[in-house]
Nanobody
Framework: QVQLVESGGGLVQPGGSLRLSCVAS????????MGWYRQAPGKERELVAS???????NYADSVKGRFTIARDNAKNTLYLQMNSLKPEDTAVYYC?????????WGQGTQVTVSS
């Protein structure tokens, strides 16, 4: 069983920045891919960014150039640096990790962008 614990969410003004962290209960080097998803009220969960074991990255069009995903296998941690935040980025952000045929989720962290 893998546990993922997110942190770093909060309330920020438009144009501000936040960094989300996701700590895994086992070595992240074994995960074929990790990613950040988000779900806004009344909407489906969507992929924000993902990163493979070879550190190849993929971003949703809506966050390209503003968000950066990174993984530090030495710290078993996944990050999401979010800059130039917009009100439409408001959502619960979830960490995801894929190991063999299993997909694991964190409990989520709330990000609210508002003035």
């Amino acid at each position: 069983q893998v546990q993922l614990v997110e942190s770093g969410g909060g309330l920020v003004q438009p144009g501000g920045s936040l960094r989300l962290s996701c700590v895994a209960s086992r070595d992240t080097i074994y995960f074929s891919a990790m990613g950040w998803y988000r779900q806004a009220p009344g909407k489906e969960r969507e992929l924000v960014a993902s990163i493979t074991s070879s550190k190849s990255t993929n971003y949703a069009d809506s966050v390209k150039g503003r968000f950066t995903i990174a993984r530090d296998n030495a710290k078993n941690t996944l990050y999401l640096q979010m800059n130039s935040l917009k009100p439409e980025d408001t959502a619960v952000y979830y960490c995801n990790a894929k190991l063999l045929l299993q997909s694991y989720w964190g409990q989520g962290t709330q990000v609210t962008v508002s003035s």
